[in-house]
């Protein structure tokens, strides 16, 4: 964890020798006066700031809990952010994911998935039985999941129960229980194995409805998480829950507000816990996640009772190294350097070294392609577009441009690297 | 370079602390025993071989030149492997990758893009100041470029010269001269810029037909080398070539073939150094190039007349999380763990851990969807897939995966695994 940053890492200055993240800030790089090579991804710290302040509003209002889902950043600096912020644990999608929560010092961990090998859980156990302070969850879904978990708990017992959600799926979906029957036969496995087994709560995904149209997909996130809340309810009335306070969970970044809202709507006959995992809050972005937003600013007041709005914090940074055609320029920025799943980055700004203080808003100029290392941008008659000039673009799906680096600098409104975040993919 | 590999590397065992590199093969880790968690990414150490004979062979018969694309892997110990095949040099698209590559000891790079920032330009001259065996070729496309790199060589000289290449590109690509009369006003802009420049040769990219279907890309590739020929006559013709041996270089993973031929019937007033680029060969794939192989076999008899077949060595494995329908399985494996822009990955093996010895072929079996950490497996009606079992995706494009990846495991027949490889993306 205090390993030296490579002086090899993308983003830092040629000249750079291995240096430890805290002196970062100390170099005073300027983005704009060139310190930093490009392709760079840049972190907006006072974005980042009204994001966190964002969703503290939002919880406090809706009264849900939040484990952020890790698998967006893998930073452990950015754990620790959240957790400052009052975070409930952090959502992982592996068990290597996990091992890295755990060396970032994380006590209470969802894993929002199922584990099937033996030495997973058994890393798992090894955790829970050094360290009395570490809260572990994952999912189930089915009994022979539940069967290797028991298994290996019972052969290498912790002294403190592995904590398990019943994972309610729907057709077509993704991982969960097909329907409520199946689900309750999986509480029951789990509850036959205690103590080495804790039925905990009923969760489920219904992030994946995001690919559909708004008006289609509300109503089946909305259906999904009444079918959750009517698990919880079954199970809680064959009293198979083995807490006090139970955890109702879903919630990727389309949807969250539905989720507080559904269960905090559920009365079972003990206290309820909401678990939200939205992960892509803390930068947010300029296409899927702004479009999501949009629409949850619309649908949820206590969205809109907020006194900030979530803003893009995420700028990956190239420089026009050719302008072979009348209103086309090639950026020495790619796939490499942006995730493109969710759609092309857009060019936000543009700056030209040396000629300017600020970065203009860059209008008009689009990607059209990107390769692995080049994105081809194409821009109006009227814009001035020059070799060297440097754009910075905005992305769709956060999660898969933070995959493509391992230091993300964390910079002020004048482009100063005040910090920076490793990621740990 | 040396720093040691850090514990929470995805791949490696839960259990690991930080060590070196070189110890990894002591350990006998052993993937059909579930030594190593999944997913992991493995590279099949047999199938790396017969790639290498092959390409070597391919060489040998077409007298070309390699300076495989390292930003395929950026694995220092594959650059290695690759200079001891008796490659001319290493390819690169950007400045940190030269880094990279300068530290792992690679004394002949191509960066096959243009340079723009004085500071990625101060860098090449400091490593040209300081290392006398070090040499150095960049691209250039506009008279705007050829300032920047002369202004920057001329006011710090580094005692040799920056050597350029120009590039001719073709409406719609990407960088590169859009004619042969603004290209050879580039190449007079070089000649002026002696002694800080030096002009060694053209070349270009034809690898973005590879998305036109075959029998309209080749014309197309068959025309731009041609225009390259044309120009490389034309600047010998000028006395603007500064060297005794001219550089033709071309070459992404469909084509190289045809560059092979087309640059060796070129004739100038000196000697002709055609040198390839292509980077995939080296784990090869199932998807887009396996198809450029079989197209690129039909055409060649150089390629049919070699002794050995490029055959896939890269697999992302992972476990089957659940089967939540008939004939539908999730993989905890995603596009964090393999690339998906030219496809999704093919299932290959199956393997059910403790019951068989190895693993049998995936036979029907499709990924159907995938998501940041998961993917989804249709498989048929007579397959017993069951929850535990190990899938081994095949992929297609190489570059894509090897960038989720921070180490990749060298794996013998049996699966054990007998070295690893880093990457520094």
């Known amino acids: 964890m205090n390993n030296p940053i490579d002086s090899r890492t993308k983003g830092l200055p040629h000249s750079t020798a291995d240096f430890s993240l805290a002196e970062i800030g100390a170099r005073r790089w300027n983005v704009l006066k060139e310190d930093l090579p490009l392709p760079v991804a840049l972190l907006r710290q006072s974005a980042l700031e009204r994001n966190r302040r964002w969703m503290r509003d939002f919880l406090d209002r809706t009264g849900a809990k939040h484990a952020p889902h890790g698998k967006t950043h893998m930073s452990p600096e950015l754990f620790g952010l959240q957790m400052s912020d009052g975070a409930w644990g952090i959502t992982l999608a592996t068990v290597q994911q996990v091992r890295v929560a755990r060396q970032a010092g994380i006590d209470r961990i969802l894993l929002a998935n199922e584990i099937v090998s033996a030495r997973d859980i058994a890393y798992i156990l090894d955790e ?19 069967g290797r978990l028991a298994a290996a708990a019972a052969s290498a017992p912790a002294g403190r129960p592995l ?27 789990v509850k036959a194995a205690e103590p080495h087994l804790l039925l905990c709560g009923v969760e489920g995904f219904e992030g994946l409805y995001q690919y559909l149209p708004v008006s289609e997909g509300v109503p ?130 543009q700056f030209r070294p040396g000629q300017t203080q600020m970065p203009s808003e860059a209008s008009g100029h689009e990607i059209v392609a990107i390769n692995d290392q080049h994105a081809h941008m194409t821009f109006p008659a009227n814009a001035d577009v020059q070799v060297g000039d440097m754009i910075a673009l905005g992305i769709s799906h956060p999660c898969t441009t933070f995959d493509k680096w391992r230091l993300l600098h964390v910079v002020d409104d004048s482009y100063t690297v005040v910090h920076a975040v490793r990621t740990c993919f």
Chains 1, 2 share one sequence.
């Open 163 to 189: 904590r398990i959600l019943i994972e309610l799926g729907y057709r077509g979906g993704r991982t969960g229980c097909r329907s409520i029957e199946s689900a309750l036969g999986v509480a029951r496995a």
């Open 220 to 349: 089946q996130v909305q259906r999904l998480l009444m079918e959750i809340a009517g698990l919880a309810q079954r199970i809680d009335e064959a009293g198979l829950f083995g807490v006090d306070e139970i955890v109702l969970s879903a919630g990727g970044s389309a949807f969250y507000d539905l989720v507080a809202e559904a269960f905090g709507r559920t009365r079972l006959s003990r206290k309820v816990s909401i678990v939200l995992r939205n992960g892509c809050y803390l930068t947010h972005d300029v296409g899927t996640c702004e479009h999501f937003f949009a629409a949850l600013l619309e649908r949820s007041s206590h969205a809109r009772g907020t006194g900030v709005r979530l803003e893009n914090a995420l700028e990956v940074w190239g420089y026009v190294l050719s302008v072979p055609e009348r209103g086309r320029a090639i950026l020495g920025a790619g796939r490499r350097d942006f995730g493109h799943d969710l759609g092309n980055p857009k060019p936000l700004k």
């Open 128 to 146: 829970l039985r050094g360290h009395s302070s570490f809260e572990f969850y994952c999912l189930a879904d089915s009994l022979e999941g539940v």
